[in-house]
Structures are given as C-alpha cells and as structure tokens.
C-alpha cells in the first residue's frame, strides 16, 4: 500500500463531522497469517449493512511471511475501483509498520498490535493498541488455533469504532466456515472479545462511521475465477484441461469444485466434464484442442506464461479450425513479472497468438458478473467459428471479491455451429468438403470422430491444404484458404459481444476502456463531470471490434483510451482496425500492478487536456 | 519417390465386410525402402485381420517423416497430425471425446525422446488408451540426417560427425514410466510387427511399440544400430508371438509351461512361444533386465516386453457415461435453468 503517497481527503480532527460509508480500510498483516478471513468477514458484514463495498487483496508471490495489505473501500456513491487514501489502517506486521503509519491520511485511525514496540511520531491520527495477545490469552484459545484466530481481534475493534453490526459478522463468519458451529463460535467469540477490549478502552469515534443502507440489496459477492468457472459448466463445456499457475488456478479448481454438483448426466448420474491437470501449458493446450478437433466444448485457463507456451497449438488450432476457449487470467509481465499483481498486458499477444498471420477473438468481460456471461458465450462463438476464442480477466477480477448482480442463466441454447453427423451426411450423399465456404461467410463444416458414416473422415493438419483437407503446397490453394480465415475472422465482428456505451448530452470527449478498470473509469468521469466536463464512455468487450466502435470514436474529437499495460495495447488495435481515426485516439496507459484509480485517470487526462 | 504401399490385390473381405483396400491410404512420399512403409503395411493388414471398422479408429502423429505416414494407411479413418513432440497431449483430449474409438499415434525417435519427451512419458503415466507406434531409426529424416536423441554413442554421419551421447531406449523409458504394454519390434520382421500390432489394439490403456525402422537415406550403414544390416543381424527375439482373437480356438500350438498365455482386455490371447528367453511378460523386473542384458550384449531383442492387462486406462478413470460423450445433448450438458438460483444462492 505504500505505492502513492498519502493525501488527506479526511476531516480534520477537530471538525468531528462524520464521513459515514465513504473511506478506505486497510489491513496491513504478514502473508499466510490467515487474515483473508478477517478481511472477508469485514468486507461481507458492510455489504450484508448494504453498503456497496470492494475488496484489494495487495500480496506477495510467497506462501508464509512477506507484507501484505488488504484494502476495503467503502463507497456509498458504489464506486468500488482502488483508492490511493487509506483513512483506517490495522497495522499487524512489524516489518511494514513504519510505512504502515506514514500511510494513514490525516486525521484517520491507526490500530495496530500493541506487541509492536516501533515508535508512533505522528500526532495527527487517532491511535488504538489493540492487546491482541492478551485477548487471545483470556479467550483460552487452544494454542494451535491462536495464530489463525488472533486476526479476529482487530474485526472487533473495527466493528466497535466504525459501527459494523455485530450480527452482519456472524452472518459473515457462518458463510465463511460453512456453517462449521465450533468454527463459528470460536471466531465470533474472539471478535466479540476484541469489541468488548475496544468497548472499555476506547472512547467512541466519529469520524468514520458505517451506517445502514439499502445499496446492495439483491447483489451477491463473488470473484472472477468463480464467475469464469461457474459460467464455463454453464455452457456445457466437456473438458477443462489446465495447469497451476497464480493468479488463474482457482478457475480449474473451481470447475473441479462444482462439477459434481452442475455436471451429473441427468439420464445415467455419470459425469459430463472432464478436468485434466496437465503437465505443463503446451499439454493443457494440446489436450483442449484435441477434445475441441474431437467435437467437444473444450478450454484451458492460464495467465500470460502459459499463453507463450501455448502459442504454437493456438496457431494450428487457428488455422486447422479447431474451437478452443482459452481463459487468461492476465497478471503483470513480461517474463516472471509480479505473479501476483495486476494488468491488462497480453492483448496484443492474444489477438495476433502465434506465427504467421493469425488473428484471434478475444472477450473482455467487464465485471464479474461479464465473467460469468462470457464464460458460456465464448463457447458458442468458438463453435461456429470453429477458432480459438480468448477470454482476458485479470488478476483484480480473478482473486479479488466484487459485488455484481445475480448470474443469469444463458439466455439462448448452446450454439454447436456447422457440424455434420451421420444424417446429414447420408442427405449430402456424403458430398462434403471440410475446409470449403459454402455458406459465404468463411465457416466451412466440420465432422467429428466418432461419426461411422464411411463419408465422414478427413486428415487434419497444420500444413498446407486443400478444400478436401488434402495436402497441397499449391500458392493459389495457401492464399484462398488464409483468405477464408480472415472472411471468418471479420464474420466475428457481429457475433461478439458490443460495446457497451453510455453518453451524456453535450459530451464532446470520449474514454474507451474495457476489462477491470471499469469501476476507476466510471468513478472518474464521475468526479469530472461535477467539475463540468462531460465524457461519453464506450466499454470495449470484444475483439475483433463490432462496427460500433468506429462510430463511437468517429462521433468524438478526442478519445482517450483507458488501460492497464505500458504500451496502450487496446489503443494499437484500434490504430490498427481504424488507421483513418488515428488522430481522434489518444492512449492513457500505465502500469505498476495495482488495480487503475479515479485519480490516475484523471490526472493523466488533464495533463493531455492542457 | 511416390510408391504405393504394396497391399495383396484380392477383393477378399474380412468378418466386418471390408476388403484390404478399404484400410489403405494415399501411395507414400517417404524414400524407397523406409522402414516406415513398412510398419504402414503391417497396420493395414493387422486392422485388416482384426476387423475393425476403419470409422473406429483415430490416428494421430506429431512432425517428421513418421508423423507424415498416418496418410498411408486408413484413409477412412479420422487423423489429426499434430505438433512435434505433442502428439500425445492432443490424442489424450481427442480419445475424450468418444471412448468407443481406437486410438494410434505413430510418432518418430525426435518426435518421442527429444521434443517429446516430457508429453511421451506423462501420456505413458496416465494410461491414454491408445497404441503408440515409435517409428524408431536414430536419426532425423525430414531435416536431413541429424542424430536424434536414440542414436547410439559413436554413431558416425555425414555432416553430423561422431555423436557424443548415450542414447535414449524408448521401451526402457516406457518401463520406467509405467506402461502398461510395452514391446519391441523390427520393421525387417514384419510378421512380429503385425501381431504385436494386433496385440496393441486389444489393450486397453497405452501401448508402446518402439519398432526400429530403418532410414535408408540418412542412417543406414551396415555398423549403424538402427539398419537393417545390424538388426538382421542382431535381432533377437524373446518369442514367438502370436494373436489369437477374442472367442477364437487357441489352435496355435502351445506348451503348456513352456510358452506364455496373457488374455488382454478384450478377451483376446497372447500366445507367446519361447523360443530363447523363459520371459514372464507381466514382470516389469524381468522385462527391464533381459532389456538391460540385451543391450550391453550388443543385440536388437524384440518382443513384447511387458504387460500389464487389468489396469485402468485414463477415460477408465472418469465416470463417463456410455454415450460418446461428443454426443451428449444439451439437456445432458447444460445445468438445468433451476440451479442458476441454487447457485447464486451460494455465493455471499
């Protein structure tokens, strides 16, 4: 948390006027010290007060012991982007404690563990001791649960100081261990010890305040990789190959979760999906595209690594026509990078995976709740385009918690696109070539095995070949044939899903954005418009761009590209789909590894206004 | 240097009403004489001889002049050349889609124990139900006579010089790896080839045959392990092997004590005639010394090595249901719209 330095947008000490369910809080604590619980049992008990609220999980690539910070806004107005303020901050790790104070704006609240001897300079912030031992100690935790438990003490001196209903964190705390009573009970129990502790101790505050509302009534909390998984079982996807790799594992593992609950055959009680944890990315890859060859909804999840391992099958899947649903769960490169921070840095490589001309559909789900929509679209799409079709989440979307609408069950049946069985082939008289465009729009038809009509097989290759599949290393035979795929490819444009566009009367400026900075986008234009400037904002959701996209950024002067990479990534696209609107284009990009902020954009727009 | 893979011209046709024709593929573009022509043939006559319906079966293959070959054989049936080296990763997805398909990947010595040998030994790990022929002769063809990574140390070629590595044996890889069958032919004898073909094709889970197959253009000299002069020569064969179809009258003659009997998955025999070797194929100790034994002694031992009938295959593994699963409806696929609800209900 200690990336930006901190401004005070608080109170003043002295006016006491309370900021009621607009602030940040952050936890800082040490990695693998089980605070997540603490943190979510928080973050669920604000939202259960329906008050819209966000979790940002800041860690470390490391299992036990590095800094790490949990960051809650609290957003009355819903704004649920990161913030650079920390008004409350919980400081539990010695190691991070100095920055930890330095961090809290003026005139926030500082509490932290009072086994940690570091000195306190600052006067200007209200700070709480919390005995966090000694409340442990009293509790008669069993010693083995003490370090897992003693987290919970600070949940009750939040609750007492800002105001969280007690009952909301049992509600919390029940989710959270699955009705486990022992589990339960212990956890409240410490909670509740530590409010008492702050109850006697501490006068009450009034600076920061959580008080009730009705703003999330009907939305549920979840993360990206459970919305992406979720949404995958609901398209009927057959087989999930993967392998380990942060921040996208919790998708496969959450298929696996979920498949014996979603995926039992109705008629025979046996199981419909396959989840195969392969050796390596070039196996999950292979694995996918064969079962996609052989006809069955297949996929892969991954984060950028993997991508560049499996860019060599992407390609072949690409050109021999194979569907293929590939989840990039995107975390900042290149290289290694920061497995476990943010970023919206693969687009390029995905829409151009792999040598030669290849150009590839990519999803942008803009919430988690487009996670889900998406994860069953993306398989229609690859199905009757008979192609790979990425989907790029992100870290922020994946790990992180975020409130969204109920799913909605897909709303039209499974597209299988242009596949021939034995009945068709014996009306066709067996008359049918696998890689000619009957139809006019670059989709060939396809067999699968399994089909015994003697008509039914051809040899797939990722070599030269004909309309009958068969090898030719003709000049006139290569160039049609890429010229189909490129026919498909632009088809794409009105299958995918449209941007989704919001103008204000007057708005002579547009933002384009698209994927997780969606909430700093919104929140900024926000915060612009009450200084009078007006912006249209036009959220990409796929590439290849639908014609709309055009139109938005013809109707726009200046358009201002919103992203989370180095190299404006989304901005090259639409330089390179739209050359002629080039000068209407301008890219507001950077990237460091956190979640976008309001006050980034915001900044680096006035700078290219002035 | 188009030759067509020489098949008899009968029009006789087998118990599934098919001629041997109806199992051939397009005329070969390898070199007159390959090793690999050979196998070809011997697939044809064994998928032949054993009645499949070409519709059941599924080839794969990776890069190199092996890989090229599924075109030569089983022309109805379906075939996917793949990467190189990743072959095994896209049979294992493909067999997925319709368990009641057979599976045969025809791969190289580069494409298995160099490029692939990271997905050769995991798909040997888990068991993919499939027969995986390893066209074996110690040299990269398609790029012009490179070693590959079973050439033997001291191997000498024209523009490599003398290879400085020990090799790597493929059937000793397979071992290690646990296979579940695993064998060792000659394309110069092409008799054991088609039985342990047929033999292949009657386990369930993965069956290696390491066949070494001569490359008469680049690896061919007399003193080269992987000739036909040297496996002429040197060839020794563990057994008479011999394939008796599943319901059919053991008429092969057999010693009781002597000889060896594996009933395979489908009800089929093995019956393996000793001839040398007294090997109890279902002993991976036994198989991995006589392997050990016959290469420090200098000679090309073939056989089947190992088998290991009753253990689950991969799909075996996963409570499929008995439709091919690239069947299934959407009734079957897609979670019934009253879960949505449930669902969501599950989240916070």
Same mark, same amino acid.
């Given at each position: 948390m200690s990336m930006e330095p901190s401004v005070s947008a608080s109170p003043s000490p #002295?006016?006491?006027t309370p900021v009621v369910n607009d602030f940040s809080l952050t936890v800082a604590t040490v990695n693998g010290s089980g605070s997540q619980t603490s943190n979510l049992t928080i973050m669920r008990a604000i939202f259960r007060m329906g008050v819209p609220v966000s979790g940002k999980n800041i860690f470390? $690539?490391?299992? #036990?012991g590095l800094p790490t910070w949990y960051t809650i806004r609290v957003s009355k107005d819903g704004f649920v982007a990161r913030r650079e303020e920390h008004e409350i901050v919980v400081a539990m790790n010695p190691a991070s404690f100095a920055q930890d104070v330095k961090d809290v704006v003026s005139g926030g609240l500082f509490l932290y563990d009072? $086994?940690? &001897?570091s000195p306190i300079e600052r006067k200007d912030i209200l700070t709480y001791p919390m005995p966090v031992k000694k409340i442990i100690r009293d509790f008669n935790v069993p010693s083995n649960l003490r370090d897992y438990t003693s987290n919970m003490v600070y949940v009750g001196v939040v609750a007492y100081l800002l105001g969280i209903d007690m009952q909301k964190l049992c509600q919390a705390l029940e989710f959270h261990f699955k009705g486990k009573q022992k589990a339960i009970d212990l956890n409240y129990g410490v909670v509740d010890a530590g409010y008492q502790h702050a109850q006697k101790t501490f006068s009450p505050q009034n600076r920061y305040r959580v008080e009730q509302m009705? &703003?999330?009534?009907?939305l549920i909390m979840t993360d990206g990789n459970t919305a992406a998984a979720l949404g995958s079982l609901y398209s009927g996807m057959q087989l999930c190959a993967w392998y380990p790799i942060t921040p996208a594992s919790s998708l496969a593992e959450t298929v696996l979760e979920y498949v014996p609950k979603l995926r &039992?055959?109705?008629?025979?009680?046996?199981?419909t999906c396959v989840v195969l944890q392969t050796e390596d990315e070039l196996a999950a890859i292979g694995v996918a595209v064969g079962a996609g060859w052989g006809g069955l909804r297949a996929m892969t999840s991954t984060s950028g690594p993997g991508i560049s391992l499996m860019n060599e099958y992407i390609g072949l899947a690409y050109y021999a026509e194979v569907p293929v649903v590939i989840w990039d769960v995107q975390r900042i490169g290149?290289?290694?990078?920061?497995?476990?921070r943010t970023a919206q840095g693969d687009l390029i490589e995905c829409a151009f995976c $792999? +040598? /030669?001309d290849t150009q590839q559909v990519v999803l942008l789900p803009g919430s988690v709740n487009e996670c889900f929509e998406h994860g069953w679209r993306a398989f229609d799409i690859a199905e009757r385009i008979q192609s790979p079709v990425f989907i790029l989440s992100d870290l922020d979307f994946g790990m992180n918690q975020w409130m969204t609408e109920p799913f909605r069950y897909p709303d039209v049946p499974m597209d299988r696109g242009k596949i021939l069985w034995e009945g068709d082939l014996e009306r066709l008289n /067996?008359?049918?070539?696998?890689?000619?465009d009957v139809d006019g729009d670059g989709i060939p038809y396809r067999t699968v095995l399994g089909?015994? +009509?003697?008509? $039914?097989a051809y040899f797939t290759r990722g070599t030269g070949h004909t309309e009958q599949a068969t090898y030719s290393e003709a000049p006139e035979v290569w160039e049609k044939n890429l010229d189909r795929l490129k026919k498909k490819f632009e088809f794409a444009r009105q299958l995918v899903p449209p941007p989704v566009i919001e103008t204000t009367p007057g708005a002579e400026i547009g933002f384009i954005a698209y994927g997780s900075t969606d909430s700093a986008v919104q929140e900024a234009r926000h915060h612009l418009a009450q200084r009078g400037i007006q912006t249209d904002y036009m959220r990409l959701r796929a590439?290849?761009?639908?014609?709309q996209v055009g139109d938005f950024i013809r109707s726009h002067a200046r358009n201002y590209v919103i992203?989370?990479?180095?190299?404006g990534q989304m901005h090259q696209l639409l330089s390179l789909d739209l050359p002629q609107e080039v000068s209407r284009l301008t890219s507001l990009s950077h990237l460091d590894g956190l979640p976008m902020t309001a006050r980034w954009i915001e900044k680096a727009f006035e700078t290219q206004e002035k | 240097m188009s030759q067509q893979i020489p098949v008899?011209?009968?029009?006789q046709v087998n118990l599934v009403g098919f001629n041997k024709n109806d199992y051939r593929g397009l005329p070969? =573009?390898?070199?007159?004489?390959?090793?690999h022509n050979s196998i070809a043939s011997q697939i044809i006559a064994a998928c032949y001889e054993l009645n499949?319906?070409?519709?059941n079966v599924v080839k794969f293959s990776g890069i190199g002049c092996s890989s090229k070959?599924? =075109?030569?054989?089983?022309?109805r049936s379906f075939g996917f050349n793949g990467l190189h080296g990743r072959m095994p990763s896209l049979a294992t997805g493909a067999l997925f889609?319709? !368990?009641t398909v057979k599976g045969m990947g025809i791969s190289g010595d580069g494409d298995t124990?160099?490029?692939g040998f990271g997905q050769f030994k995991h798909m040997v790990r888990r068991n993919v139900p499939m027969v995986y022929i390893v066209e074996n002769n110690?040299?990269?063809?398609?790029?012009?006579?490179q070693f590959s990574a079973t050439a033997e140390v001291g191997l000498s070629l024209k523009h490599q010089g003398v290879n400085p590595y020990m090799p790597v044996d493929i059937a000793w890889e397979a071992l290690v790896g646990n296979a579940t069958f695993v064998a060792r032919s000659f394309a110069g004898d092409p008799k054991q080839v088609k039985e342990l073909i047929k033999a292949a094709f009657s386990h369930r889970g993965i069956a290696v045959l390491d066949i070494i197959s001569?490359?008469? =253009?680049?690896n061919n000299q007399e003193?080269?392990? !992987?000739s036909y002069a040297w496996g002429k020569e040197h060839e020794v064969t563990i057994h008479d092997v011999a394939y008796v179809p599943p319901?059919?009258?053991?008429t092969v003659e057999y010693e009781e004590g002597e000889d060896k009997d594996v009933t395979l998955h489908d009800g089929s025999h093995i019956i393996l005639k000793k001839i040398g070797h007294d090997h109890d194929p279902t002993n991976k100790t036994a198989a991995l010394r006589i392997l050990e034994e016959s290469n420090n002694c200098n000679c090309l031992l073939t056989g089947?090595?190992?088998?290991?009938?009753k253990e689950p295959s991969l799909i075996d593994l996963y409570d499929l249901p008995d439709t091919a699963l690239n069947r299934l409806p959407e009734s079957r696929l897609r979670p019934a719209p009253e879960t949505m609800q449930q669902i969501n209900s599950m989240m916070f």
């Open positions: #002295q006016t006491e470390p $690539s490391n299992i #036990q009072d $086994s940690i &001897k009705d &703003k999330t009534a009907g &039992k055959d109705p008629e025979t009680g046996k199981t290149p290289a290694t990078g920061m497995p476990t $792999s +040598h /030669g /067996g008359d049918w070539a696998r890689y000619k089909n015994r +009509h003697p008509r $039914s590439y290849p761009f639908p014609a992203e989370l990479n180095r190299d | 008899e011209p009968r029009a070969s =573009t390898l070199c007159q004489g390959c090793g499949i319906v070409p519709e070959s599924p =075109t030569y054989f089983l022309s889609a319709d !368990h124990a160099s490029i110690g040299v990269y063809g398609l790029t012009k006579g001569p490359c008469v =253009t680049f003193t080269a392990l !992987h319901a059919e009258e053991i089947l090595l190992y088998v290991a009938p």
